[in-house]
C-alpha cells in the first residue's frame, strides 16, 4: 500500500545535539512538507518542497534545515539552534496541484531531554 | 497571507446527535480548496472532506456534510449521527489552487476538541 512513513516514533535529543527525522514516501507525490504541532497552536509549516533538490522555507524554519536528493525522501534535521524542539513533528505529500489535500504520516514527538 | 480561524476550542455531542463545527477562512483569491482533517488520539491526520470553491454544490461524505458559504468565508462541518469514534481533533484547512511556491501550503486553524458523551 502507498503511504508516508516517519521514523522514528519517540525520538529524545540531548541539549546542543542536531537530530534528524525521516520521512519516506511511495504515492509518487512531487510536494513534501514538514509542520510543527504544539499544543493550542494548530499546525506550522516548517520547510516544503515540490521538487528534487530544491525546498523553501516555510513559517517557522530557524533552526531547522532539510534536504531532497530523491523524490521519495525528505529528511528533516533539527539542529541545536533550534531553541525549544519539544513538539510533535508531521510529514507530508502531495501532488503538486494539491487537489486532493495531503497525505501525512503518523508523526514523530522529539523531547528535548 | 491567507488566514484559517476556528474560534471554538471544544465542542461535545451526545452519540448518535448531530454536531455542527464551525470554520471561517480569509483570502483574496477566488479558486481554492478547503478541507476538514480529524487527528484522534493515536495522531494521525486523516482526510474527513474536501470542497472546492468553484463548485457550489457542498461536499458530503456519508455522515459528514459541509456548508460552505462562499461570500462569507465560512466552511462549518456537521457530523451527522455521531459516533465514539468521532471523538478528535478536527483542523479546518485552506489551500490556494494556484500550484506554485508558497501557495501549495495547506493552512490549518488551531483545531477543535470533539468529544462524545456515550
Known amino acids: 500500500d502507498g503511504g508516508i512513513t516517519q521514523s522514528p516514533k519517540y525520538l529524545f535529543r540531548k541539549e546542543g545535539q542536531n537530530v534528524t527525522l525521516s520521512c519516506e514516501q511511495n504515492l509518487n507525490h512531487d510536494a513534501m512538507y514538514w509542520y510543527r504541532q504544539d499544543p493550542g497552536q494548530g499546525l506550522r509549516l516548517i520547510y516544503y518542497s515540490q521538487i528534487v533538490n530544491d525546498f523553501q522555507k516555510g513559517d517557522i524554519a530557524e533552526g531547522y534545515s532539510v534536504s531532497r536528493e530523491k523524490k521519495e525522501s525528505f529528511p528533516l534535521t533539527v539542529t541545536s539552534a533550534q531553541k525549544n524542539p519539544t513538539a510533535f513533528y508531521l510529514c507530508?505529500?502531495?501532488?503538486?496541484?494539491?487537489?486532493?489535500?495531503?497525505?501525512f504520516g503518523s508523526g514523530t514527538r522529539l523531547t528535548v531531554v | 497571507a491567507q488566514t484559517v480561524t476556528q474560534s471554538q476550542p471544544e465542542m461535545s455531542v451526545q452519540e448518535a446527535e448531530t454536531v455542527t463545527l464551525s470554520c471561517t477562512y480569509d483570502?483574496?483569491?477566488?479558486?481554492?480548496?478547503l478541507f476538514w482533517y480529524k487527528q484522534p488520539p493515536s495522531r494521525q491526520m486523516i482526510l474527513v472532506i474536501r470542497q472546492e470553491a468553484y463548485k457550489q454544490q457542498n461536499a458530503t461524505e456519508n455522515r459528514f456534510s459541509v456548508n460552505f458559504q462562499k461570500a462569507a468565508k465560512s466552511f462549518s462541518l456537521k457530523i451527522s449521527d455521531s459516533q465514539l469514534g468521532d471523538a478528535a481533533m478536527y483542523f479546518c484547512?485552506?489551500?490556494?489552487?494556484?500550484?506554485?511556491?508558497?501557495?501549495?501550503?495547506?493552512?490549518f486553524g488551531k483545531g477543535i476538541t470533539l468529544s462524545v458523551r456515550p
Open positions: 483570502t483574496s483569491e477566488s479558486d481554492y480548496y
Open positions: 484547512a485552506y489551500r490556494s489552487a494556484i500550484r506554485a511556491g508558497a501557495n501549495s501550503k495547506l493552512t
Open positions: 507530508a505529500s502531495s501532488t503538486i496541484s494539491g487537489l486532493h489535500g495531503y497525505t
